[in-house]
């Protein structure tokens, strides 16, 4: 009895400790996270130009380039000497172009190298106005941009705009444009993204995609990169990435940091909200409760006053749990042990609270 006294103890005390843990970073000091849309927009563009503080060269012999850099913000994972490749998807069917991990050293500096990696551009060169140059450290250069690729699946891509469709396999689709695949599409839309806020007239989001762009109220971001936002939650992969790459250039993407910065930006769906207090913030007449806070059995929903609601269910690494549950009392008996984030949308808005399965 004392030993699961001690037990429940340390749980409670590591779910006070996460709520705790629960607020923005420094690094976002500066932000009125009161403000929404442009205001918000125009200051994380701010800051996120004002804190790149170091240009990376595209290739070079003497100095740090980006080949340095995603051969370590690339990798699979610390102890893993392969990186992974964007777009890719299979490792077992023989086909090189669908690969989705390769050697960190295997990285093609010629035309052309099937059994290689290379650096793809996910806002492509061409579709920048001017063009984005490799030639001399630029916006062509931002290492953010850049995701370790197969040579041959980054040709398919190519320049064409980015589409909705589903499946695990990126594909060019109807000749003009590529769907990126349902690993890859979170991270395509919080890329594009941060390109949009880091060069806003070079790089407009608005020229990447095809579809309509009703959600932001300017127009100006793809509906397609809202709904990837949502649906594919910020990976381990793209936290790193953002660690990595901020530990070179001295900047982050505020979108890995917390994606539902897109959804105060430019409304659309609602992301989750990372650190777990701007979506409360914002939504002050609406919240909820959940309880027992610590259970490996059921959790009751309370602060919900009508029927027209959703729930959806997080665990720690973002990944949705549950989808589109419309019941307030929720079995969690199958869960994993750990802590979970619980948030409900209800007519367009949204709370959350946070439970623990023992």
């Not at 909820?288 to 929903?301: A, D, E, G, K």
Request: proline share 4%; hydrophobic share 35%; charged share 20%.
């Amino acid at each position: 009895m004392f030993k699961h006294s001690l037990s429940s103890l340390f749980l409670i005390y590591i779910f006070c400790s996460s709520l705790a843990a629960a607020q923005i970073p420094s690094y976002y000091s500066s932000i009125d996270f009161s403000q929404t849309g442009d205001n918000l927009k125009v200051q994380l563009s701010m800051l996120i130009t004002d804190t790149h503080t170091t240009l990376i060269p595209y290739t070079s012999t003497s100095n740090t380039d980006t080949w340095d850099i995603l051969s370590i913000s690339d990798l699979e994972n610390s102890s893993s000497d392969n990186v992974l490749l964007i777009y890719g998807f299979n490792d077992f069917d023989g086909l090189f172009k669908t690969d989705r991990t390769r050697g960190a050293f295997e990285t093609c500096h010629v035309s052309f190298c099937e059994d290689k990696w290379n650096r793809e551009h996910v806002f492509s060169r061409s579709l920048a106005d001017p063009d984005l140059v490799i030639n001399y450290p630029s916006a062509g250069t931002d290492a953010h941009n850049l995701r370790a690729a197969d040579p041959a699946k980054n040709n398919e891509k190519s320049n064409n705009l980015f589409i909705d469709s589903t499946g695990e396999e990126s594909r060019k689709i109807n000749v003009n444009y590529f769907y990126p695949g349902e690993e890859w599409k979170g991270d395509v839309a919080r890329i594009i993204m941060y390109m949009y806020l880091r060069y806003p007239i070079q790089c407009e989001a608005i020229n990447t995609a095809t579809g309509t762009a009703d959600y932001s109220p300017n127009g100006d971001m793809p509906d397609v990169f809202l709904k990837w936002n949502e649906e594919d939650p910020v990976s381990p992969l793209e936290q790193t990435r953002n660690d990595v790459i901020s530990s070179y250039q001295g900047n982050r993407n505020p979108f890995i940091d917390n994606p539902y910065l897109a959804t105060l930006i430019w409304n659309g769906p609602l992301a989750v909200d990372t650190w777990g207090v701007l979506s409360l913030q914002t939504e002050e007449e609406f919240s909820i409760s959940v309880s027992p806070t610590l259970t490996n059995r059921f959790i009751t929903i309370s602060g919900v006053n009508s029927n027209d609601f959703e729930v959806f269910i997080y665990n720690q690494l973002g990944q949705r749990i549950i989808q589109s549950n419309h019941s307030k009392t929720i079995d969690v008996s199958h869960f994993a042990a750990g802590l979970y984030i619980v948030r409900v949308s209800l007519l367009g808005r949204t709370a959350q609270s946070k439970f623990i399965v023992r």
